[in-house]
């Protein structure tokens, strides 16, 4: 199982950014898939998971209305589209897959700031 993330980089308050995270090893359109982020000094948290075959979505309330997450099982990729970025989204961003026991990307780094 191999996931990789991309997109991060650094962005100015209130702009956008778009996370990818590419799947192979899996079914990749049978499993869940979330999004991540850990802050310096602070523990991973949840921030963003789709779900089954109508593609249910849920957020951290930190995000919602502002980060959308979908994925395109064509591709078997997943995407977090983040708008209206703030300085507290600055975090290392992690996908990880729900197959198994569960597998985990290398982290984009996500910086927000003017």
């Known amino acids: 199982v191999q996931l990789v993330e991309s997109g991060g980089g650094l962005v100015q308050p209130g702009g956008s950014l778009r996370l990818s995270c590419a799947a192979s090893?899996?079914?990749?359109?049978?499993?869940?898939m979330s999004w991540y982020r850990q802050a310096p000094g602070k523990e991973r948290e949840l921030v963003a998971t789709?779900?089954?075959?109508?593609?249910?979505?849920s957020y951290a309330d930190s995000v919602k209305g502002r980060f959308t997450i979908s994925r395109d099982n064509a591709k078997n990729t997943v995407f977090l589209q983040m708008n209206g970025l703030k300085s507290e989204d600055t975090a290392v961003y992690y996908c990880k897959s729900w197959y198994g026991s569960g597998y985990w990307g290398q982290g984009t780094q996500v910086t927000v700031s003017s």
């Open positions: 090893g899996f079914t990749f359109s049978n499993y869940a």
């Open positions: 789709i779900i089954g075959i109508r593609d249910l979505t």
